[in-house]
């Protein structure tokens, strides 16, 4: 089973940016779809980002789009979340999530431990 390791969080300022990763493990990470969610406190997981299996298509949420781009690097079964602008609503535990096809539709195996980012206002 693949496991998946978030990391890069941290306490940032309102306006500042950070690069998350997520590592995965085994050698299936090129063949499946992949995205970000996330989870702040006392609130629902939420989508906000997937890729396809090449890279070549990404979807975001609204409440991101034009300040997050997801990327993969295949070579090195390692996926990216680029966070510009961030906001204080941005604050919650990021997690990365594998699909169970080339393109992205829902989430399938067991979720990492996550990674906190902070905003600060």
């Known amino acids: 089973q693949v496991q998946l390791a978030e990391s890069g969080g941290g306490l940032v300022q309102a306006g500042d940016s950070l690069i998350l990763s997520c590592a995965a493990s085994g050698r299936t990470f090129s063949m499946y779809a992949m995205a970000w969610f996330r989870q702040a406190p006392e609130t629902e997981r939420e989508f906000i980002a997937s890729i396809n299996w090449s890279g070549g298509n990404t979807y975001y949420a609204d409440s991101v789009k034009g300040r997050f781009t997801i990327s993969r690097d295949n070579t090195k079964n390692t996926m990216f979340l680029q966070m510009n602008s961030l906001k204080p609503e941005d604050t919650a535990v990021y997690y990365c999530?594998?699909?169970?096809?080339?393109?992205?539709?829902?989430?399938?195996?067991?979720w990492g431990q996550g990674t906190q980012v902070t905003v600060s206002s």
């Open positions: 999530a594998r699909g169970n096809a080339r393109t992205w539709s829902f989430p399938v195996g067991s």
